[in-house]
């Protein structure tokens, strides 16, 4: 059963920090791109980071160049998002996805960013 679990969201003031972390069982996980993609109430699906499976190339959507990284361990079957310098609209859930056919996202976790 493939399967992805999302951990480490919360709160935080803005200016903080965060990392999210995903673990994957049920698949290669070592074979397959990963993504962090988020959703706040009222907006569009946004796909944040992505990382492929070799590690050679992460991309990021503009609105977090700069302050967000994205990183795997193939060894732990596990991807990061390493969230620094947040912002209020930062707030949403994220999700993880594996670029399995089909895709297969986790449940998500919430980040909310609040003085």
């Known amino acids: 059963q493939v399967q992805l679990v999302e951990s480490g969201g919360g709160l935080v003031q803005p200016g903080g920090s965060l990392r999210l972390s995903c673990a994957a069982s049920?698949?290669?996980?070592?074979?397959?791109?990963m993504s962090w993609y988020r959703h706040a109430p009222g907006k569009e699906r946004e796909l944040v980071a992505y990382?492929?499976?070799?590690?050679?190339?992460?991309n990021y959507a503009d609105s977090v160049k700069g302050r967000f990284s994205i990183s795997r361990d193939n060894a732990k079957n596990t991807v990061y998002l390493q969230m620094n310098s947040l912002k209020l609209e930062d707030t949403a859930v994220y999700f993880c996805?594996?670029?399995?056919?089909?895709?297969?996202w986790g449940q998500g976790t919430q980040v909310t960013v609040s003085s």
């Open positions: 996805v594996a670029h399995t056919s089909p895709r297969v």
């Open positions: 049920g698949f290669v996980f070592r074979n397959y791109h």
């Open positions: 990382i492929n499976s070799a590690q050679s190339i992460t």
